[in-house]
């Protein structure tokens, strides 16, 4: 309805500005011969160029009834353009009515909700007044409910409180039942979890004693210590049956048992129970598995068979005593490996288990010792234990934790069985050379060769120095020492041996010779070795003594043979020469000092010595074939030559000093080319 309102009124303005507009223009027809400067002034004139003026595209509202109008005004005839205000004024009557028909209706509706309206703000009255007089009836009531909605509260805290205070502090009856297992019910990861909670709540009861209830941390640690001792006593009963068990030769460690005994440590008294068990039964493990590689090792053949081989006997149970000790001490790594107080026991313990080994390995090596094998034999042997004993103070850690290795009786047993061996090598090896040197035979003029007891001397030597190999070197042995002691005890004696069977020799240089063949023969043997350097250099001196008298028996013999002995003992107690007396006589000259000598005794010199320097060999002494050593012999020789040398130049400086001019004919050689045709 209000549209349709707006509609005609905009319709109604429409209409009236045409009228003006066709008014308008039809006075402005009329006047347009009149004056026309008038028409500036005229009101009228101003309102029609107004409305000429006015833009009807801008117009919405003029746009707006033109269009209502066009909704009814089909025909534009004059008669409907007279009965235009009437036709909108009798539209607008319709209107008006239809709209107040229909607010008539709407006025009905709203009356009849008011009475609703006035209704109900009757009833909430009522209900208001209702409700404020339950109210005073009920405050009552209300703050009853409210204080026990306020004690629930509390009540609900408190629960939760004692919920979680005996979550924490307190045991299941389940976990209960896991600590109070019967004994013969395993041990699992359920019981150590329970154990550790009840540590953890024993723990934590101790901070209760610092507040306000302590009563509560009492009980609580009590209960827990019951439970605890109740868990360790169950515990430690597991333990020591699953130890006992563990006497076969490879027992089997599982993960349990390894963290039973180290929850078993915070118990030291209950510890050592256990660990004694284990260590009770892998001792008699190791006894009955060493027993059975002995009598009868079923893979192998037993060691008593090499029984008859006293170094692979000893061998053979010094590398099975190895063998168990190493395979003990990972079992004990492995079961112990997480007790921090076990790590300096280890030693301990593994020397426990390890105790049965020493009577038996000890009672045989004794009946080794006792059955004198030798002194190379007996040197191996304790070589051979040497080792062994070292190897097991690297495996038993004694070296590192101890300064000694008392504590440990297996090493402590191999130890004195080493000891004993050397005893017994050292008397054996006394024994041995004092038998060779009363066998040293007194030697020949035709055998000058190494006395049969020297022989076996050097083989002895040879013997023991061979064994080095299977020693290991430490640093609290010296061995250069012990090598230059061993040569000494038995070189020295048979050499003097020797020398004391050379006294029977008449001549000195088969004495010369038969000592030279014995000081090289041990010499050469010693040069093989290492750690001989002093041994050697004292050989070599005394071999130069016996050297140096032989060459002067080989000088003197050339020398006497053709002659020129006479004449080279006259040159030099004249004085006329300055050259160093090289070779002495063995003969006696008697001093006489001769103003000349003759020619023709020069000659028949000469032409011996010729005969010496065209065929020196033929010249050589008896007792050069006999050397051993060629190149002893060979140096024999040479400072022979070098001997006989000098000793002719010595003659021939003489007799060039005392004027003979017939020197040429009687010594053509110069003593250059005597050297050069000897040397």
């Not at 009101?43 to 919405?60: A, H, N, S, Y």
């Not at 006025?107 to 409700?131: Q, Y």
């Not at 030279?516 to 050469?524: K, M, Q, T, Y």
């Not at 103003?595 to 011996?608: F, G, L, Y």
Request: proline share 3%.
């Amino acid at each position: 309805r209000r549209v349709h309102g707006g509609q005609i009124l905009k319709f109604l303005k429409l209409n009236l500005k045409l009228s003006l507009n066709y008014r308008t223009m039809s006075a402005m027809s009329r006047a347009s011969g009149s004056k026309k400067t008038e028409s500036g002034t005229n009101p009228l004139t101003r309102k029609v160029k107004k409305i000429l003026e006015t833009q009807l595209d801008d117009d919405k509202a003029l746009l707006e009834a033109l269009s209502a109008l066009g909704t009814f005004f089909t025909d534009n005839t004059l008669n409907d353009r007279r009965n235009l205000r009437s036709d909108i004024e009798q539209r607008s009557l319709t209107i008006n009515r239809n709209f107040l028909t229909a607010f008539s209706n709407v006025k009905k509706e709203v009356d009849v909700l008011n009475e609703h309206i006035n209704f109900i703000a009757t009833r909430c009255e009522t209900m208001k007044h209702r409700l404020q007089s339950t109210r005073r009836d009920t405050v009552e009531l209300i703050e009853k409910t409210s204080g026990l909605e306020r004690e629930r509260g509390i009540v609900d805290m408190k629960y939760r409180v004692i919920t979680e205070f005996m979550e924490r502090f307190q045991l299941t009856s389940s976990e209960i039942d896991v600590l109070r297992g019967d004994w013969d019910t395993p041990i699992n990861e359920r019981f150590f979890s329970v154990l550790d909670r009840v540590h953890i709540i024993h723990e934590d009861s101790k901070n209760l004693l610092h507040s306000n209830q302590q009563r509560a941390g009492l009980e609580l640690m009590s209960s827990m210590a019951t439970y605890q001792e109740q868990a360790y006593e169950r515990l430690y009963r597991w333990a020591g049956d699953q130890c006992r068990l563990m006497n076969k030769e490879s027992p089997e460690l599982n993960r349990t048992l390894c963290k039973s005994i180290s929850v078993l440590s915070n118990r030291p008294v209950m510890f050592q129970f256990v660990v004694n068990e284990f260590a009770t039964a892998r001792r008699n493990a190791v006894v009955r598995s060493f027993i059975d590689a002995l009598t009868r090792d079923s893979t192998t053949v037993p060691i008593e068979m090499h029984s008859h081989d006293p170094m692979r006997y000893i061998g053979d149970m010094a590398a099975s005593i190895h063998q168990l000790v190493a395979s003990e001490r990972d079992n004990v790594d492995q079961l112990f490996k997480d007790c921090s107080r076990m790590n300096d026991n280890k030693i301990i313990l593994i020397a426990d288990i390890t105790e049965g080994l020493c009577r038996p390995f000890k009672m045989r090596v004794e009946q080794i010792l006792l059955g004198d094998p030798g002194p190379v034999l007996l040197y191996k042997i304790s070589n051979l234990l040497h080792f062994y004993e070292t190897t097991l103070k690297t495996i038993t850690a004694c070296g590192k934790t101890y300064a000694s290795c008392h504590d440990n009786r297996l090493v402590t047993c191999i130890q004195e069985t080493r000891e004993l061996s050397r005893t017994a090598f050292r008397s054996n090896l006394a024994i041995s050379v004092g038998k060779l040197t009363e066998s040293v035979d007194p030697p020949t003029s035709g055998n000058l060769g190494k006395p049969t007891a020297l022989i076996d001397a050097i083989n002895l030597i040879r013997g023991i120095l061979d064994s080095r190999d299977i020693t290991i070197p430490n640093a609290d042995i010296d061995r250069h020492t012990e090598y230059e002691q061993l040569t000494a005890s038995i070189i020295t004696p048979l050499l003097r041996s020797c020398s004391e069977a050379a006294t029977s020799l008449t001549d000195p240089s088969d004495m010369a010779t038969y000592m030279i063949n014995c000081i090289h023969g041990c010499r050469a043997t010693l040069s093989l070795y290492e750690f001989m350097d002093n041994p050697i250099e004292w050989l070599t001196s005394s071999m130069e003594a016996h050297i140096d008298t032989l060459v002067n028996e080989q000088a003197s013999y050339v020398l006497q043979i053709t002659g020129m002995a006479h004449l080279y003992t006259v040159a030099m107690e004249t004085g006329n020469t300055t050259e160093n007396k090289l070779v002495n006589s063995t003969e006696t000259v008697e001093a006489q000092i001769l103003d000349s000598i003759d020619n023709r005794k020069v000659a028949t010199v000469w032409d011996k010595f010729v005969n010496v320097l065209s065929t020196p060999d033929r010249f050589y002494l008896r007792q050069l074939s006999l050397i051993g050593s060629v190149m002893v012999r060979d140096a024999v020789t040479s400072r022979a030559s070098n001997a006989v040398s000098d000793s002719y130049n010595t003659v021939y400086q003489y007799l060039s000093s005392h004027g003979n001019n017939d020197l040429s004919d009687l010594l053509p050689y110069t003593p250059e080319r005597v050297r050069q045709l000897l040397v």
